[in-house]
């Protein structure tokens, strides 16, 4: 495999820091400064600052309860991240997905490439659920828009399915979507002048949260 590849299935870092890594001259292959684009196997010895990596075997998935205020990245510049919450077994695992900052619940990191693709890529389509509470409540009209016909933002429609969590209380919706682009949730009814109060995401895919607490980490048997 291609020498970034490996280092990022060694170390739980990104493609792009593994090619970083490689052109401040700080891997070695069987002792040999590492080339960007080089091909190594697994019988090869390949360092890192010094130290021999090997990339993870067994699969491993977790779910984990993100809380408010901790971003989904190896690099906080100055914020806190999943990283700093996870048990040390789980911090070589990547994110499935995103969650912005200021937004709770359901997070699914794994080392299984095939499971990230199959949650990820577009034309699988797998649903997510998230519980919405608005500044204000929602304007029938606003809600009709929503569902039926969707929003026009600047990297194109989003249309969301909107459910009342509780009779008689307009601030509070359950949100069902397919979608997933940068901050589409809130942005879409910043659009329409809401302010989003919280937001939480309870589904992703075939997966719940259920009663996981706040920063704890569940397994998922394969």
Known sequence: MRINKYIAQSTGISRR??????????????????EAGSAVSTDETVQLDGRTITPVVNTVTVMFHKPVG????????????????LPDEYRLLKP????????SGLLLLTNDGNLANELTHPRYAKTKIYEVTLGK????????????????????????????????????????????RNRQIRRTFESLN???????????????LGDLQPRRVQVITP
Request: charged share 25%; hydrophobic share 35%.
């Open 70 to 85: 901790c971003v989904v990245s190896r690099e906080g510049q100055g914020s806190l991240t999943i990283y700093d919450l």
């Open 17 to 34: 820091m593994a090619d970083r890594a490689v052109a401040a001259g700080r891997v070695t292959i069987n002792g040999v400064t590492a």
């Open 194 to 208: 809401y302010y989003v109060a919280a937001l939480h995401r309870t589904h992703f895919g075939s997966y719940a």
């Open 96 to 103: 499935i997905g995103r969650l912005d900052k200021n937004t």
């Open 137 to 180: 409540p929602l304007e029938p009209l606003h809600r009709q828009m929503i569902n039926d016909h969707g929003i026009n933002l600047e990297d194109g429609n989003s249309q969301l399915q909107l459910e009342r969590i509780a009779d008689g209380d307009d601030t509070r919706w359950r949100i069902t979507m397919t979608e997933g």
